[in-house]
T-cell receptor, first 115, second 112 residues
Framework: AQSVTQPDIHITVSEGASLELRCNYSYGATPYLFWYVQSPGQGLQLLLKYFSGDTLVQGIKGFEAEFKRSQSSFNLRKPSVHWSDAAEYFCAVGFSGGGADGLTFGKGTHLIIQP | NAGVTQTPKFRILKIGQSMTLQCTQDMNHNYMYWYRQDPGMGLKLIYYSVGAGITDKGEVPNGYNVSRSTTEDFPLRLELAAPSQTSVYFC???????????FGEGSRLTVL
């Protein structure tokens, strides 16, 4: 079965510093990869997605992610974080031909921004 | 510009009671999903549907039922509520699978 690992449960970053959130997935087929953000008490909002093509994808709010097939990774980055980036971040994966049963989500990384 | 709408946003149930969480989408998406979110556990799939009249179990279906009589609506029914069903429930939809999921704002359910 497919799985997604987000190894960091919590990450604390100073405002203005750079950020990298890690995501690894299992399974051998071509992945469809997503990063979602969830602010407290809110639903999930898509930050960016990768289906094919350029392995560096740009998203909203200044985020980017890079797909590395050799490492089965899809890490999320931002060069300079803002206090408003404090939230829960979820990596998710689906696979072409994997059925209609939605995406598999990681357990999330809670981002804390220090002033 | 409604997208995916869930009701109610909050509900407290007593053990053994039943209720239905409503979900409707106005994007004409065929695929709809119910997830539950528990602290530190990410999102777990309860049920999904690929179109009106077609539903299937996800990873954690026990204690729940769904129906899909129209493209727009995908209600989730909890029968005989138990404390283990205390969670935040999210409905989502997409035009194709796998694809970007559009989420509702969630329904927070507490069973006491």
């Amino acid at each position: 079965a497919q799985s997604v690992t987000q190894p960091d449960i919590h990450i604390t970053v100073s405002e203005g510093a750079s950020l990298e959130l890690r995501c690894n997935y299992s399974y051998g087929a071509t992945p469809y990869l997503f990063w979602y953000v969830q602010s407290p008490g809110q639903g999930l909002q898509l930050l960016l997605k990768y289906f094919s093509g350029d392995t560096l994808v740009q998203g909203i709010k200044g985020f980017e992610a890079e797909f590395k097939r050799s490492q089965s990774s899809f890490n999320l980055r931002k060069p300079s974080v803002h206090w408003s980036d404090a939230a829960e971040y979820f990596c998710a994966v689906g696979f072409s031909g994997g059925g209609a049963d939605g995406l598999t989500f990681g357990k999330g990384t809670h981002l804390i921004i220090q002033p | 510009n409604a997208g995916v709408t869930q009701t109610p946003k909050f509900r407290i149930l007593k053990i053994g009671q039943s209720m239905t969480l409503q979900c409707t989408q106005d994007m004409n998406h065929n695929y709809m999903y119910w997830y539950r979110q528990d602290p530190g556990m990410g999102l777990k799939l309860i049920y999904y549907s690929v179109g009106a009249g077609i539903t299937d179990k996800g990873e954690v279906p026990n204690g729940y039922n769904v129906s899909r009589s129209t493209t727009e609506d995908f209600p989730l029914r909890l029968e005989l509520a138990a404390p283990s069903q205390t969670s935040v429930y999210f409905c989502a939809s997409t035009v194709s699978a796998p694809g970007e999921l559009f989420f509702g704002e969630g329904s927070r359910l507490t069973v006491l």
